[in-house]
């Protein structure tokens, strides 16, 4: 059966290949593959692709509409004579990041050094870079730095030799998109960045880096300078800031019904808005609540020696991972991401691991403490009295394997073992204990409640029970997240293992932020630890008479 397409229908078809990161179409027949031609003749936009691998480049040219197509498509050392002012995209990436399907870079298609590159000016309409790390040093200088369109995304271009490069390119008169998204800039460039913003003559521009300089200042004052245009070249902009006090960005424009989010609204051309995403860190925000906890279940004696010995435990452990987070993993990735790769680097992740393990076996340990303390109350007090609650705090915090790995653990057997066979099913075996622990906890409640019908108990020996179910539900709480967190972590991430910033959500985000909220469930099942601060300031103020 032959399907007869005129060329529009073709061209259409094309079009949403290219939405779909440039699949391959097969089983086209002579007929399409004839078609194909015409399109490619007469669209005859031609694009470079430039891949960075062991410190050099290589590149080929292709057209767009034929790379859908292996028996059309090829890979070219220049494109035509006739085509030359007909150059789209620079795409530059690295091939230990690349998709093969967007570069087309099957074996049989050969990439070019760059010495087969003639030699005279490549002019391109949009500069393209995804997942980059590297640096654009033997970039060749003939590729002139006058784009249109600049989009770059999940990249690092903080390399000292990428500051004239990106220097030049943001200041070209040309340059009337800019979208940066979720990538790292040099200093040097983020003054460039500010220069260009303070021109205000952008028409779209998405905004989302990571740099040690806050962009608040310029931003508002590019936002301002935007609202008193008659006539505003800028028409979509949406713009994420980290680490800015917010006070100068909040005076331009109005708060949304989104929390965190900043709606800036033309008055002169009704309809046209500007966003702002005010973005704070997870870690610190963690570090914050833990620490407050920390402060107040050492000054409230309803939780007891033992219990209130475990929570601090695992408050310390919470507070670890966070400010591990926050305060070496963030700083480093934003101010120097190589420091990594180094010895000491490296041992943050084995830090992580022995919070996370002390974390783990506290959430054990007061799943015990509490089914003790509702099968046998009368031996509570010997169980855990002093000694014991220590020892058993001490083996919480108990040291980790100092074989090398991070937070993804490497392809040995010491990785294998420790990563995968330790921690994985260790896991798994604390989920089931204190899952098992809990319930035989809640059944002994259950039990209780029905004998307090016909029972006459004293006023006190009421509360303290009211009190011990109350911190059970708490520890079960806290045990849910934490169970949660460890789904998240071990398996959601692993469908995601395609797109970059999904698995970062569900394993570094879900991993922070499951301490930060253990800590916020102390806060609210225990009034007097929200009262803390109240308490506090109220015998500051106690006068006598």
């Known amino acids: 059966m032959t399907c007869h397409l005129n060329p529009h229908a073709v061209y259409e078809i094309l079009s949403d290949a290219d939405k779909m990161d ?55 050392k220049n494109p035509p004579k006739e085509h030359l002012e007909h150059l789209g995209a620079l795409n530059i990436v690295d091939y230990h990041t690349c998709e093969p399907s967007y570069l087309c870079c099957c074996r049989k298609f050969k990439n070019y050094r760059l010495s087969a590159l003639q030699n005279r000016p490549w002019k391109f309409e949009t500069l393209k870079m995804d997942a980059f790390d590297g640096s654009l040093q033997k970039l060749p200088s003939n590729i002139a730095k006058s784009f249109e369109s600049i989009c770059i995304t999940a990249s690092d271009i903080s390399d000292p030799f990428d500051d004239n490069f990106f220097g030049e390119a943001l200041k070209s008169p040309s340059l009337k998109n800019l979208h940066i998204e979720k990538t790292s800039i040099s200093d040097s460039i983020v003054m460039s960045l500010q220069e260009r913003l303070q021109e205000c003559d952008l028409e779209t521009l998405h905004l989302d880096v990571y740099c040690s300089i806050s962009q608040e200042f310029p931003i508002a004052e590019m936002l301002q300078r935007w609202k008193r245009q008659r006539n505003p070249c800028l ?36 309809g046209l808005t500007a966003k702002v995403f005010l973005e704070g860190d997870l870690g610190l925000t963690g ?18 020696y033992a219990f209130g010995g475990v929570c601090l435990s695992h408050t310390v452990a919470n507070l670890g991972i966070t400010g591990v987070f926050s305060m070496l993993v963030g700083p480093i990735t934003l101010i120097d991401p190589t420091w990594h790769q180094t010895y000491w680097g490296k041992r943050c992740g084995q830090v992580l691991i022995m919070f996370w393990n002390a974390a783990v076996f506290s959430h054990l340990l007061i799943a015990i403490n509490r089914c003790v303390s509702m099968y046998w109350p009368i031996k509570y007090e010997h169980i855990f009295q002093r000694k014991v609650t220590l020892v058993t705090i001490f083996d919480c915090t108990f040291g980790f394997s100092t074989s090398t790995y991070t937070f993804t653990f490497v392809q040995t057997p010491c990785g294998y073992y420790i990563g995968y066979i330790f921690d994985y099913y260790m896991s798994i075996v604390m989920i089931s204990l204190i899952a098992t622990l809990d319930l035989s906890t809640f059944i002994k409640i259950r039990m209780y409640k029905k004998s307090q019908i016909n029972s006459h108990a004293g006023h006190v020996a009421a509360a303290k029970r009211i009190r011990d179910i109350r911190f059970f539900f708490q520890a079960c709480a806290q045990g849910l997240a934490f169970m949660g967190e460890l789904v998240s972590f071990f398996s959601i991430s692993t469908l995601f ?36 601060c109240e308490i506090k300031s109220g015998i500051f103020h106690t006068t006598t008479s």
């Open 235 to 270: 028409r979509s902009a949406r713009i994420v800031e980290r680490y800015g006090r917010w006070r100068d960005i909040a005076q331009v424009g109005e708060e949304s019904t989104e929390p965190h989010q900043l709606i800036i609204k033309h008055p002169f051309v009704k």
């Open 497 to 532: 293992d395609d797109n970059k910033w999904a698995h970062f959500a569900f394993t570094t985000v879900a991993w922070i932020g499951v301490h930060t909220i253990d800590g916020l469930i102390v806060i609210l099942f225990n009034k007097e630890v929200r009262n803390v």
């Open 287 to 304: 570090v914050a609540i833990n620490v407050y906890v920390l402060f107040a279940v050492t000054r409230v004696k309803t939780f007891g």
């Open 22 to 76: 440039h699949i391959m179409l097969d089983g086209i027949d002579s007929e399409w593959t004839s078609m194909l031609h015409r399109i490619v003749e007469k669209t005859a936009v031609y694009h470079a692709y430039f891949t960075h691998h062991s410190g050099s480049f290589t590149y080929h040219f292709a057209n767009d509409q034929s790379s859908h197509l292996e028996s059309v498509h090829e890979h070219l």
